[in-house]
């Protein structure tokens, strides 16, 4: 599987940002896909994920009631709609996938596939 992750860019606070990740490949659906964040100087953490047909979602208490993470099997594609952006959600995104939902989705070794990374600026 390829994960293409796009959509970042440069927001103010209190705005927002949708980004896309987009599969290769025909088994999208048999995936958990998770959204996964790097800042500059620290370590990557997990944001969110979705279960294979998006029953379930998990998310960072840091992101709850912000962000939305969401997926279109047909368009194999995953989303996350992050609102109310703080200059503290400025990161690298990345994109990941893996086969299995369990309670250790923010493991990011867990995770096998990964997107290039897209980049949030949020401006105070």
């Known amino acids: 599987v390829q994960l293409q992750a796009y959509g970042g860019g440069l927001v103010q606070a209190g705005g927002f940002l949708r980004l896309s990740c987009v599969a290769s490949g025909r088994t999208f659906s048999s995936y958990v896909m998770g959204w996964f964040r790097q800042a500059p100087g620290k370590e990557r953490e997990f944001v969110a994920a979705?279960?294979?047909?998006?029953?379930?979602?998990s998310y960072a208490d840091s992101v709850k009631g912000r962000f939305t993470i969401s997926r279109d099997n047909a368009k194999n594609t995953v989303y996350l709609q992050m609102n109310s952006l703080k200059p503290e959600d400025t990161a690298v995104y990345y994109c990941?996938?893996?086969?299995?939902?369990?309670?250790?989705?923010?493991?990011?070794?867990?995770?096998?596939?990964w997107g290039q990374g897209t980049l949030v600026t949020v401006s105070s």
């Open positions: 979705i279960s294979w047909t998006g029953g379930s979602t």
């Open positions: 990941a996938a893996q086969r299995i939902w369990s309670d250790r989705l923010s493991r990011e070794y867990d995770y096998d596939y």
